[in-house]
């Protein structure tokens, strides 16, 4: 079945320095990533998503690049700032009209100052 | 306010009895999703619909669970016989169909304590 792993499930860095976070997926099928960023006792909410058709994504501080031969695609944020601490989902789906959509486990990043 | 509605926010049972939340999505949004989430995990796919039409129920999701979306507007999920496993924040979402899938807008989540 599909799954999507997510890693690391931590992750901890100085402020002003950059972030990654890692997604594989299992369902070859797959053609629209998007991730979200849940704040504490908050909805999450998307923050950014590619889709098949390219590799790099960028918006801002934030980016997203995919490999769809090795499935797998990472969020990267640079600069990093205090508000940026969350918890942080991948998430794939096949992306046609009717399709659900897995999210990985979830990152906690914090922004240590 | 004009974003996805759940209720009720918060519930307390005893383990067996029965219980249900309401999802209102975006009026003009006619995907709407089901997802369970617990502590320190993502959110669980566990159905979805496509205006009234279930589309797809997980297949970890045991005969208890069910969900309805009749006129294809606001939605219910029913567990029965609660288990304390069922403790989870239950998180509604929809999106309207474009065409290929796109945002979700999340409810706030309806949070189960099963006792």
């Known amino acids: 079945g599909e799954n999507v792993e997510q890693h690391p499930s931590t992750l901890s860095v100085q402020e002003g320095d950059s972030a990654v976070i890692k997604c594989t997926y299992s369902?070859?099928?797959?053609?629209?990533f998007p991730w979200y960023k849940q704040e504490l006792g908050k909805r999450p909410q998307l923050i950014i998503d590619i889709r098949s058709n390219v590799g790099e994504k960028k918006d801002q501080r934030i980016a997203v690049t995919l490999n769809k031969t090795a499935k797998h695609f990472s969020l990267h944020i640079t600069e990093t700032q205090p508000e940026d601490s969350a918890v942080y989902f991948c998430?794939?789906?096949?992306?046609?009209?009717?399709?659900?959509?897995?999210f990985g486990s979830g990152t906690r990043l914090s922004i240590r100052p | 306010d004009t974003g996805v509605s759940q209720n009720p926010r918060h519930k307390i049972t005893k383990r067996g009895q029965n219980v249900t939340f309401r999802c209102d999505p975006i009026s003009e949004h006619n995907r709407l999703y089901w997802y369970r989430q617990t502590l320190g995990q993502g959110p669980e796919f566990l159905t979805y619909?496509?205006?009234?039409?279930?589309?797809?129920k997980s297949r970890l999701l045991s005969d208890r669970f069910s969900a309805e979306r009749p006129k294809g507007s606001f939605s219910t999920l029913e567990i029965q016989r609660t288990e304390q496993g069922d403790s989870a924040m239950y998180l509604c979402?929809?999106?309207?169909?474009?065409?290929?899938?796109?945002?979700?807008?999340f409810g706030e989540g309806s949070r189960l304590t099963v006792l």
């Open positions: 619909f496509q205006n009234e039409a279930q589309l797809e």
């Open positions: 369902d070859s099928a797959s053609n629209y």
């Open positions: 979402a929809s999106t309207k169909d474009s065409g290929y899938t796109g945002e979700l807008f």
């Open positions: 998430a794939a789906s096949r992306g046609s009209s009717a399709s659900k959509i897995i």
